[in-house]
């Protein structure tokens, strides 16, 4: 198992910067992928960025280019760097880890940010 714990959102103007962090604890040798997901209200939860075990990055098309995705291995973390923030981008952001060999999948508590206009 492996337990993750986000941290960073919180109320920003349009235009602004947030920084969240997810700090994985557990089997953390056994990840196999780990990234960002959000859901705003009344919509799917939807792929923002994740890391492979390879180190290989993925991005949803509406945030390419504003967000970023990196990691501190000696940390196990993993941080989202958001800039240019877009109204449309409010929702509930969660943090997710892909465990092998089956790739189980576990996800944060979510974390909320919220972008005014």
């Known amino acids: 198992q492996v337990q993750l714990v986000e941290s960073g959102g919180g109320l920003v103007p349009a235009g602004g910067s947030l920084r969240l962090s997810c700090a994985a604890a557990?089997?953390?040798?056994?990840?196999?992928?780990m990234g960002w997901y959000r859901q705003a209200p009344g919509k799917q939860r939807e792929m923002v960025a994740t890391f492979t075990r390879s180190g290989s990055t993925t991005y949803a098309v509406s945030v390419k280019g504003r967000f970023t995705i990196s990691r501190d291995n000696a940390e196990n973390t993993v941080y989202l760097q958001m800039n240019s923030l877009k109204p449309e981008d409010t929702a509930v952001y969660y943090c997710?880890?892909?465990?092998?060999?089956?790739?189980?999948?576990?996800w944060g508590q979510g974390t909320q940010v919220t972008v005014s206009s």
């Open positions: 557990g089997s953390i040798f056994s990840i196999n992928a």
């Open positions: 997710h880890a892909d465990l092998a060999p089956l790739n189980l999948r576990y």
